[in-house]
């Protein structure tokens, strides 16, 4: 299965993104909401378990991060928001980022587009900019995998809890 760990936001940040969104229009492959998340690390073909056990130190006593979704952008046959957060970064090192040939740029997709078609998302990043979700706190990092069955792409494997700091004390171990 392939496997990757994300963020997921919370349902009134997805509600704000949609309303911001308007309906989406022809073109772009659009993601639907309940699928809509942060990716941290990619891993591909991995088994859910060893991932897991993997991940269950790497991730044990990191603190939550506060996260906020920010303007549109593109990579090549991408639509995505960006994301900006202290502490992201070496949440998604952690995670197994830094094993990824490319840097972290964290963000998230809404749709996918041909890549020689630009044009076909210039209204929606115009749309979009501007555009600012509420900050929240990501409690917990989710190993996803990809789903098997009709609905949400993505389905939720395993939860790992991050730890909430306490005021004045130590933001982020490592």
Same mark, same amino acid.
């Given at each position: !299965? +392939?496997?990757?760990?994300?963020?997921? %936001?919370? *349902?009134?940040?997805?509600?704000?993104? /949609?309303?911001?969104?308007?309906?989406?229009?022809?073109? %772009?492959?659009?993601? *639907? %909401?309940?699928?809509?998340?942060?990716?941290?690390?990619?891993?591909?073909?991995?088994?859910?378990?060893?991932?897991?056990? =993997?991940?269950?130190?790497?991730?044990?006593?990191?603190?939550? &991060?506060? &996260? #906020?979704?920010?303007?549109?952008?593109?990579?090549?046959? &991408?639509?995505?928001?960006?994301?900006?957060?202290?502490?992201?970064?070496?949440?998604?090192?952690?995670? $197994?980022?830094?094993? =990824?040939?490319?840097?972290? +740029?964290?963000?998230? @997709?809404?749709?996918?587009?041909?890549?020689? #078609?630009?044009?076909?998302?210039?209204?929606?990043?115009?749309?979009?900019? $501007?555009? /600012?979700? +509420?900050?929240?706190?990501?409690?917990?990092?989710?190993? !996803?995998?990809? /789903?098997?069955? %009709? $609905?949400?792409?993505?389905?939720?494997?395993?939860?790992?809890?991050?730890? @909430?700091?306490?005021?004045? $004390?130590?933001?982020?171990?490592?």
């Amino acid at each position: !299965m +392939r496997l990757f760990t994300a963020l997921c %936001p919370p *349902p009134d940040v997805v509600a704000a993104v /949609a309303a911001a969104l308007g309906e989406p229009g022809p073109g %772009p492959r659009w993601s *639907p %909401p309940e699928d809509w998340h942060i990716t941290l690390a990619y891993y591909g073909e991995a088994d859910e378990d060893e991932r897991a056990a =993997e991940l269950a130190p790497a991730l044990a006593g990191r603190n939550s &991060v506060d &996260v #906020r979704l920010t303007g549109p952008g593109t990579f090549p046959g &991408v639509l995505w928001l960006g994301v900006t957060g202290e502490g992201l970064p070496r949440l998604a090192e952690a995670a $197994g980022a830094d094993r =990824e040939d490319r840097p972290y +740029r964290p963000h998230l @997709t809404l749709a996918r587009f041909p890549r020689d #078609r630009p044009r076909t998302v210039r209204p929606w990043t115009q749309l979009l900019t $501007g555009f /600012a979700s +509420r900050t929240w706190t990501a409690h917990e990092v989710v190993l !996803m995998g990809g /789903a098997d069955t %009709p $609905g949400p792409r993505y389905r939720r494997l395993r939860a790992f809890p991050l730890r @909430t700091p306490s005021s004045g $004390g130590v933001r982020d171990r490592g």
